[in-house]
């Protein structure tokens, strides 16, 4: 599948990768639109969550549990933002279901 989230599970496109399990990762966004931006993805191919399935769930809650210990790790006890953009309008671009978090200055809200 010609998708380069997939490609950087497979590790066929170099990533800093910041965390691994059986079944997610964590690597640093290659655009970061913060200090600290990294991106926690399923390591199975989901487009968006859109299509989460209900047996999604606990893998979706694994994602969440690792994008905030990695956070604690980063020293990031200000805060931080856990982000998904969705189709389109959501602002998604790379159509593997993707988790940003975001953090190390005072971020906006609402979004643009
Ligand atoms: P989206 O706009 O879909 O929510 O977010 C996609 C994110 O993936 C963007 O923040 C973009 O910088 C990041 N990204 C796209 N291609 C690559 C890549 O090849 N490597 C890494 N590390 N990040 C990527
Ligand atoms: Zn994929």
New binding site residues.
């Given amino acids: 599948m010609d998708c380069?989230?997939c490609?950087?599970v497979e590790k066929e496109?170099?990533?800093?990768i910041i965390y691994e399990d059986e079944r997610v990762i964590a690597?640093?966004?290659?655009?970061?639109?913060a200090p600290t931006?990294f991106?926690v993805i399923p390591k199975k191919h989901i487009s968006s969550t859109w299509e989460l399935e209900k047996e999604d769930s606990e893998l979706i809650g694994h994602i969440i549990y690792i994008g905030s210990k990695i956070a604690r790790e980063k020293g990031l006890e200000e805060g931080y933002r856990i982000?998904?953009?969705c189709g389109e309008q959501?602002?998604?671009?790379?159509?593997h279901i993707?988790f940003?978090i975001l953090g190390g200055r005072n971020l906006q809200w609402p979004p643009g």
């Fill in positions: 380069v989230f490609k950087i496109i170099p990533s800093e690597f640093e966004d290659l655009n970061p639109e931006h991106l982000v998904n953009n959501g602002g998604q671009t790379v159509d993707h940003h």
